[in-house]
C-alpha cells in the first residue's frame, strides 16, 4: 500500500473487548493514527469491567461505534456473548466502506470480523499487545483456549502482524509468521505531564507496583516477596496499585505475614494521577511473566522513577541492567526480594533513574512514533 501525506490510507480500527488498563494504549494508538488520517473509522469494545470515562476526552468524541460486551459466568453463555459482540462489530465493518485497511488491536479471537473484513477485500493488520499463549497457559479458562485458538486462526489469515520488538516474533512463537511481520509500537509520552516533579532523593522510602492484579503480572510474587524486603527496612512503604482477580488473596497474603499497615492498596489509580504516584516511588517493580513494552515502565522512567524488571516482552530493549534499569532473572519471592535490595542499595540509582529518563525522551515522542506508522502503511 503506497500513500502520502495529501492522499493518505482509509484507516480502520477495532478492538477486542478491553478492560480499563487497554484503554489508555488503545487511545493512544487511535490518536497517532489520526494523525495520519483524522478521519479513520473506530469501534471500540469495551468490557463489563471498564467504566466510559476513557472515552468521554474530547479528541475521542468521534468514535464510530462503542459496544458494550457483557461477561457471563457460565462457560456457554460467555461463548454466546462473545458470539455477540463478534456479529456486532462485524456489521459495523460491513456499515464503514470507506476504510480499506482494518487493524485488529490486540486480536483476542475475533474470528467473525476477520472474515467478514477478508470477504469485504479489505488489508487486515494484527496489533498484538502480548503473548496470549503465555496467559492463557497461567490462567487455563475454557474460553481463553478457545480464544486462543481463534486468535492462532486470525494470525495465518491477516496480512501483517505487527509487534513491538524483533525479539518478540522468538519470544511469542511468531517464526511461521515472520515474513508478513513488521516492527512498530504505539507507545509515545506526554513528556510535560510525565516528568520529574519530585527529585528522587526527596522522595519518601517507597517502592510500589502499579497495574493489573493478575497472574500474568506476577504481582503474587511481589506481595510474598515483601516480608524479606521489609523485615530490614522498618523505614520502608510499600504502594500495590492497581485491581484485578489477584486482590483478594494479595490482602489475605498481606495479613497472614503481619504488614497490612505497612502496605497502601489505593485500587486502580486513573491515568491522570500516575505521575504524582510515580513522582513518589524510588523503585517501580515489574515482576511479570509476560509483556508486550508497558506503558507503566516508560512512564515511570519519564518521571525519574527506577524500574527492576522481569526481561520479558521489548523491556530488555529499553531496560539494561544497571544502565538504564534493573532486570531480574525471574520472578520467584526470593529473587524479586534480592533485587530490591540490590537496586535500593545501588549508589549509581540517581544515574540510572536519570539515564532511564534520558532514554524515553529521546525514543518515546509523538512524533517519532507517527512516523514510523507512517513508514508501515507504506510498507503494506
Request: hydrophobic share 40%.
Amino acid at each position: 500500500m503506497t500513500n502520502s501525506d495529501s492522499n493518505p490510507p482509509n484507516i480502520g480500527v477495532l478492538s477486542c473487548p478491553m478492560g480499563e488498563a487497554n484503554i489508555q494504549p488503545f487511545m493512544n494508538l487511535v490518536g497517532l493514527l489520526r494523525q495520519i488520517n483524522p478521519k479513520i473509522a473506530v469501534i471500540a469494545v469495551h468490557d463489563e469491567f471498564s467504566s466510559m470515562s476513557g472515552f468521554q476526552n474530547d479528541d475521542f468524541s468521534n468514535i464510530s461505534e462503542i459496544i458494550h460486551h457483557s461477561g457471563s459466568t457460565t462457560f456457554l453463555s460467555r461463548v454466546g456473548s462473545y458470539l455477540r459482540t463478534q456479529v456486532m462489530i462485524s456489521i459495523r465493518l460491513l456499515l464503514s466502506p470507506r476504510s480499506d485497511l482494518w487493524l485488529f488491536y490486540i486480536d483476542n479471537g475475533l474470528i467473525l470480523p476477520m472474515i467478514t473484513a477478508k470477504l469485504l477485500r479489505r488489508n487486515t493488520l494484527i496489533v498484538l499487545g502480548g503473548s496470549q499463549e503465555r496467559e492463557v497457559r497461567l490462567k487455563g479458562s475454557k474460553i481463553g483456549r478457545v480464544a486462543y485458538a481463534l486468535a492462532r486462526i486470525n494470525l495465518r489469515l491477516c496480512n501483517s502482524i505487527i509487534v513491538y520488538s524483533p525479539r518478540l516474533i522468538t519470544e511469542w512463537h511468531l517464526e511461521p509468521y515472520r515474513h508478513k511481520i513488521l516492527i512498530a509500537h504505539r507507545h509515545f509520552l506526554d513528556f510535560e505531564t510525565f516528568t520529574v516533579t519530585t527529585p528522587l532523593p526527596d522522595r519518601p522510602p517507597l517502592i510500589g507496583y502499579i497495574g493489573r492484579l493478575s497472574g500474568e503480572k506476577g504481582v503474587q510474587h511481589f506481595a510474598r516477596a515483601l516480608p524479606a524486603i521489609l523485615s530490614d527496612r522498618p523505614d520502608l512503604r510499600v504502594l500495590i496499585g492497581g485491581d484485578g482477580e489477584l486482590k483478594d488473596s494479595i490482602v489475605a497474603t498481606l495479613q497472614d505475614e503481619g504488614f497490612t499497615a505497612r502496605v497502601d492498596l489505593p485500587g486502580w489509580i486513573p491515568h491522570d494521577d500516575l505521575p504524582g504516584y510515580l513522582n513518589q516511588l524510588r523503585l517501580l517493580v515489574l515482576p511479570s511473566y509476560t509483556e508486550g513494552l508497558p506503558n507503566i515502565m516508560l512512564e515511570a522512567m519519564a518521571c525519574g522513577t527506577p524500574v527492576l524488571a522481569t526481561p520479558v516482552g521489548a523491556i530488555p530493549d529499553v531496560i539494561v541492567d544497571g544502565m538504564t534499569g534493573f532486570i531480574m532473572e525471574d520472578n520467584h519471592p526470593e529473587c524479586i526480594a534480592e533485587n530490591v535490595v540490590r537496586a535500593l542499595n545501588s549508589p549509581d540509582l540517581e544515574k540510572i533513574a536519570e539515564a532511564g529518563r534520558r532514554f524515553v525522551g529521546e525514543n518515546f515522542t509523538f512524533e517519532r512514533v507517527v512516523e514510523r506508522w507512517k513508514e508501515v502503511l507504506e510498507e503494506l
